[in-house]
């Protein structure tokens, strides 16, 4: 029922009941690579749920400087929290990895978030992942070499893109996702392939041996998917439903 809420994991939370109202109102689309889905400073007029494909996230300096602060795939979307909140997206969002899913305009949106408990609680989940992400991303940085952050990365995007052995992500994204120079990532990369974990290709990686690219990514890995799981397997109901209750 309603293929379109089945596809993207938080529209799986949304009630049938609520599923039947707004199906009309939802929209499926197709995500073509280097299509910016928002630009920093745009107000927020969509919500985009991805169900194939990835989505990068880049936070930018009034000098114009920009860095890649995330990744989005089908466990989550790109508007939740502006459409909610000031109404302006402070990031620029492009799809990096093709893909397709459904979107909503920010009106449906609050509507669909204020009647179904099941989409806020997800909602709240995502969010608490991606404040975990955020911090664990400040300790890899500093922490961790370029190699096994780029490892992690392409876990990570295999992961959220859904797909099995190949990323079609040139050097140039790898370097701006992961703030490093082209030259490092193409170095990281070189190790890697004489590792026989990945081969490079023109605009992908391929990845040979997933297993020996776990062993070389850093610890971050195995700590953002523990926090994944636990809070995924969380019954606790969102903080509104929690407070109705009580």
Same mark, same amino acid.
């Given at each position: 029922?309603?293929?379109?809420?089945?596809?993207?994991?938080?529209?799986?939370?949304?009630?049938?009941?609520?599923?039947?109202?707004?199906?009309?109102?939802?929209?499926?689309?197709?995500?073509?690579?280097?299509?910016?889905?928002?630009?920093?400073?745009?107000?927020?007029?969509?919500?985009?749920?991805?169900?194939?494909?990835?989505?990068?996230?880049?936070?930018?300096?009034?000098?114009?400087?920009?860095?890649?602060?995330?990744?989005?795939?089908?466990?989550?979307?790109?508007?939740?929290?502006?459409?909610?909140?000031?109404?302006?997206?402070?990031?620029?969002?492009?799809?990096?990895?093709?893909?397709?899913?459904?979107?909503?305009?920010?009106?449906?949106?609050?509507?669909?978030?204020?009647?179904?408990?099941?989409?806020?609680?997800?909602?709240?989940?995502?969010?608490?992942?991606?404040?975990?992400?955020?911090?664990?991303?400040?300790?890899?940085?500093?922490?961790?070499?370029?190699?096994? &952050?780029?490892? @992690?990365?392409?876990?990570?995007? $295999? %992961?959220?893109?859904? =797909? *099995?052995? /190949?990323?079609?992500?040139?050097? #140039?994204?790898?370097?701006?996702?992961?703030?490093?120079?082209?030259?490092?990532?193409?170095?990281?990369?070189?190790?890697?392939?004489?590792?026989?974990?990945? &081969?490079?290709? @023109?605009?992908?990686?391929?990845? $040979? %041996?997933?297993?020996? =690219? *776990?062993? /070389?990514?850093?610890?971050?890995? #195995?700590?953002?998917?523990?926090?994944?799981?636990?809070?995924?397997?969380?019954?606790?109901?969102?903080?509104?439903?929690?407070?109705?209750?009580?």
């Amino acid at each position: 029922m309603h293929v379109m809420f089945e596809a993207n994991r938080l529209l799986q939370a949304v009630e049938p009941a609520e599923r039947q109202r707004f199906v009309g109102r939802l929209q499926q689309v197709e995500l073509r690579k280097g299509q910016i889905l928002h630009h920093i400073g745009s107000p927020a007029e969509w919500v985009y749920f991805p169900s194939r494909g990835l989505i990068s996230v880049l936070s930018e300096t009034v000098a114009g400087e920009s860095v890649g602060c995330g990744i989005i795939g089908r466990d989550g979307a790109v508007g939740i929290f502006e459409a909610c909140g000031s109404r302006r997206l402070f990031l620029t969002a492009i799809v990096r990895i093709a893909g397709e899913g459904v979107r909503a305009s920010a009106a449906t949106y609050r509507e669909l978030f204020a009647s179904s408990s099941g989409l806020r609680t997800a909602v709240h989940k995502n969010m608490e992942m991606l404040m975990m992400e955020a911090r664990q991303f400040v300790v890899c940085n500093a922490l961790h070499g370029v190699e096994a &952050r780029l490892a @992690r990365f392409i876990l990570d995007a $295999l %992961d959220r893109s859904k =797909l *099995e052995h /190949a990323l079609p992500l040139t050097q #140039e994204t790898l370097a701006q996702m992961l703030g490093a120079q082209r030259t490092t990532i193409a170095s990281c990369m070189s190790k890697l392939q004489r590792n026989k974990v990945i &081969r490079g290709g @023109r605009g992908a990686v391929y990845v $040979l %041996d997933q297993q020996g =690219l *776990e062993q /070389a990514t850093c610890s971050c890995h #195995e700590t953002m998917e523990y926090a994944r799981r636990a809070i995924q397997a969380s019954n606790d109901a969102s903080c509104e439903g929690a407070l109705a209750s009580a």
